[in-house]
């Protein structure tokens, strides 16, 4: 039976202190596990009193995910305000990695622009050089 427009997982912040997440769909072992807590997970757009459903899980530690339990119960203590993914801080970092690619593209073709011209240049040279060379020199011997 269907669940008529009611959410299946429901769950609101508060309800839970620690988020343990199994890794076995990726890594095919049921005993990996990575931690976070539970205040920073991402909220539903429409509805910010309930936790998403869907959240970015790291799959190796950072500093919001953890595969050490006892990491994220200091974490819980200590009670620092974090979100597992910060929409603000990712935005800057992918404008900044654009910046950087565009950069390096321009850096390339300004040195394969100079490295064209060069070889013209060298072409040009070795052309001049053929056209100024005796096209049939006579011979010491004649």
Excluded: H
Aim: aromatic share 8%.
């Amino acid at each position: 039976m269907k669940n008529k427009g009611k959410s299946t997982r429901p769950y609101k912040f508060g309800e839970f202190d620690i988020l343990a997440v199994n890794l076995q769909p990726s890594t095919g072992d049921w005993s990996k596990f990575m931690y976070t807590v539970a205040s920073w997970l991402l909220e539903r757009p429409r509805e910010p009193a309930l936790i998403a459903v869907m959240q970015p899980v790291a799959a190796i530690p950072n500093d919001v995910w953890t595969d050490d339990i006892n990491t994220c119960i200091s974490w819980l203590i200590v009670g620092e305000k974090l979100k597992i993914f910060d929409v603000e801080t990712a935005t800057k970092f992918q404008i900044a990695e654009r910046e950087r690619i565009r950069a390096e593209r321009k850096a390339k073709l300004k040195e394969q622009k100079a490295a064209a011209k060069a070889m013209r240049e060298a072409d040009r040279a070795a052309g001049r050089l053929r056209r100024t060379a005796p096209t049939n020199p006579k011979s010491e011997d004649s």
